[in-house]
C-alpha cells in the first residue's frame, strides 16, 4: 500500500485528485489536507508516505504565496523522506522552476491538469516502489535460515560470540557473528556505528545527545552508548 499525501486548498481540485488516484489503483491511500497546518499533522503521523502532492499556491488569490515549496522543505528537512517524490502543482510557471532547483522534486503538473498526467506519477511511483523492496538480511538462528527486514531492526549490540539484534517486537540473539559481518550485509548508509559494541538504524533515531554519550530511539526506552572515539564523529553529524 502506498500512502500519498495532497496538500491542494481548493476543494475541487483536492476532490479531482483524490478521486483520481483512487480509481488508478487499490493499492493507494490517499491523505489530504487544506492547509500548510493540517499538512504539518499528517506529517507527523505514524505513517510512511510513498508520495506528495503539493499545490505551491496556498494563498487563493495570492500569487506570491509558496506554501507548497516551503512545507516541500519540511519534508525534505526529514531524513526518511530525503528521497520520496515530490510533485508540485502549479500555475505559475516560474514557481515550478524554484521548486526543481531547491528541492529535487520529482515531477510538475501544471493547472488545469489532466487525469493522464496525475495516473502517469502514480505509475512511476507504483513501479519504483515495486522495484526497491524492503531490504533485508539473511541471518541463522537456532540452526534455521531467517530472513530479517532491516527496517525492524532498531540497533545492532556485538555480544559474547554473537550479535543481538534488537528488532521493534523482540531481541535475537545470532551466534559465530560479528557486529562488523552483519554491517556488510545490509544497505549502505542505513545503520550508524557508533560504539565499538553498537550500530544504530538511522531511521530508529530520536535523538543523539552528545554531553550524555547515547542515542534516544523512537518509540522505545531503550538508549544506545555512544563511544568516545565515535562522539566528534556523531558531533559533526548532528551539526550538519
Same mark, same amino acid.
Not at 531547491?102 to 515531477?107: G, M, S
Not at 552508548?225 to 562522539?231: A, F, M, R
Given at each position: 500500500m502506498t500512502h500519498v499525501?495532497?496538500?491542494?486548498?481548493?476543494?475541487?481540485?483536492?476532490?479531482?485528485?483524490?478521486?483520481?488516484?483512487?480509481?488508478?489503483?487499490?493499492?493507494?491511500?490517499?491523505?489530504?489536507?487544506?492547509? +500548510?497546518?493540517?499538512?504539518? #499533522?499528517?506529517?507527523?503521523?505514524?505513517?510512511?508516505?510513498?508520495? =506528495? *502532492?503539493?499545490?505551491?499556491?496556498?494563498?487563493?488569490? /495570492?500569487? !506570491? /504565496?509558496?506554501?507548497?515549496?516551503? =512545507?516541500?522543505?519540511?519534508?525534505?528537512?526529514? $531524513?526518511? +523522506?530525503? =528521497?520520496?517524490?515530490?510533485?508540485?502543482?502549479?500555475?505559475?510557471?516560474?514557481? &515550478?522552476?524554484?521548486?526543481?532547483?531547491? %528541492?529535487?522534486?520529482?515531477?510538475?503538473?501544471?493547472?488545469? $491538469?489532466?487525469? !493522464?498526467?496525475?495516473? !502517469?506519477?502514480?505509475?512511476?511511483?507504483?513501479? #519504483?516502489? #515495486?522495484? &526497491?523492496? &524492503?531490504?533485508?538480511?539473511?541471518?541463522?538462528? @537456532?540452526?534455521?535460515?531467517?530472513?530479517?527486514?532491516?527496517? /525492524?531492526?532498531?540497533?545492532?549490540?556485538?555480544?559474547?560470540r554473537g550479535v543481538c539484534?534488537? *528488532?521493534?517486537?523482540?531481541?535475537?540473539?545470532?551466534?559465530?557473528?560479528?557486529?562488523?559481518?552483519? *554491517?556488510? #550485509?545490509?544497505?549502505?548508509?542505513? $545503520?550508524?556505528?557508533?560504539?565499538?559494541? $553498537?550500530?544504530?538504524? *538511522?531511521?530508529?533515531? &530520536?535523538?543523539?545527545?552528545?554531553?550524555?554519550?547515547?542515542?534516544? %530511539?523512537? /518509540?522505545?526506552? @531503550?538508549?544506545?552508548?555512544?563511544?568516545?572515539?565515535?562522539?566528534? !564523529?556523531?558531533?559533526?553529524?548532528?551539526?550538519?
Amino acid at each position: 500500500m502506498t500512502h500519498v499525501m495532497i496538500l491542494e486548498d481548493d476543494r475541487a481540485s483536492m476532490e479531482a485528485l483524490k478521486k483520481i488516484l483512487m480509481e488508478y489503483s487499490g493499492d493507494v491511500c490517499v491523505h489530504t489536507a487544506s492547509s +500548510y497546518d493540517e499538512a504539518r #499533522k499528517l506529517l507527523d503521523a505514524d505513517i510512511h508516505y510513498g508520495l =506528495f *502532492l503539493l499545490d505551491v499556491n496556498l494563498g487563493g488569490e /495570492d500569487r !506570491e /504565496d509558496i506554501g507548497g515549496i516551503l =512545507f516541500a522543505r519540511e519534508i525534505r528537512e526529514k $531524513f526518511r +523522506y530525503t =528521497f520520496t517524490p515530490v510533485v508540485m502543482i502549479t500555475a505559475v510557471g516560474a514557481m &515550478e522552476m524554484q521548486a526543481y532547483r531547491e %528541492l529535487h522534486c520529482y515531477q510538475y503538473i501544471m493547472k488545469p $491538469f489532466l487525469p !493522464e498526467q496525475v495516473q !502517469e506519477v502514480v505509475q512511476k511511483v507504483l513501479a #519504483k516502489e #515495486k522495484q &526497491e523492496e &524492503e531490504p533485508s538480511i539473511v541471518v541463522k538462528r @537456532d540452526g534455521v535460515n531467517y530472513q530479517v527486514k532491516c527496517a /525492524d531492526i532498531r540497533y545492532i549490540e556485538a555480544i559474547h560470540r554473537g550479535v543481538c539484534l534488537h *528488532l521493534k517486537e523482540e531481541n535475537w540473539n545470532v551466534p559465530y557473528v560479528t557486529l562488523k559481518q552483519i *554491517l556488510s #550485509k545490509v544497505p549502505e548508509g542505513m $545503520f550508524l556505528k557508533c560504539h565499538r559494541m $553498537f550500530a544504530v538504524n *538511522l531511521r530508529e533515531v &530520536e535523538y543523539y545527545d552528545t554531553v550524555n554519550r547515547i542515542v534516544k %530511539l523512537k /518509540d522505545c526506552t @531503550d538508549v544506545v552508548e555512544i563511544g568516545v572515539t565515535y562522539k566528534t !564523529e556523531i558531533g559533526r553529524l548532528v551539526s550538519g
